[in-house]
């Protein structure tokens, strides 16, 4: 069975950092983006990380997250740092291979006081 699982998700005040992690299993992934929804709001590509290590970033979020991965471990991670409220969502990974994607569960990040 081919899956994600994520991890890491919570509360945080702003200004903190979490770290999520998302692991995969039943195909090794070569393409890696987390996303984020946002209640009302579209869902939305945060980074993007391929296979040669390659990364890109949203906007919004550019000099505050930092995407990563371990191919030993068929894993990606989402560094957060100096978070926002405006961080607050769902946030999804997703892993490519050959096109063919396939959508972790999602893990809830809330930045509040």
């Known amino acids: 069975q081919v899956q994600l699982v994520e991890s890491g998700g919570g509360l945080v005040q702003p200004g903190g950092s979490l770290r999520l992690s998302c692991v995969g299993s039943?195909?090794?992934?070569?393409?890696w983006r987390w996303y984020r929804q946002a209640p009302g709001r579209q869902r939305e590509l945060v980074a993007v990380?391929?296979?040669?290590?390659?990364?890109n970033y949203a906007d919004s979020v550019k000099g505050r997250f930092t995407i990563s991965r371990d191919n030993a471990k068929n894993s990606v991670y989402l560094q957060m740092n100096s978070l926002k409220p405006e961080d607050t969502a769902v946030y999804y990974c997703?892993?490519?291979?050959?096109?063919?994607?396939?959508w972790g569960q999602g893990t809830q990040v809330t930045v509040s006081e």
């Open positions: 997703n892993g490519e291979y050959l096109s063919v994607n396939t």
């Open positions: 039943g195909r090794i992934f070569t393409l």
């Open positions: 990380i391929h296979s040669g290590g390659i990364t």
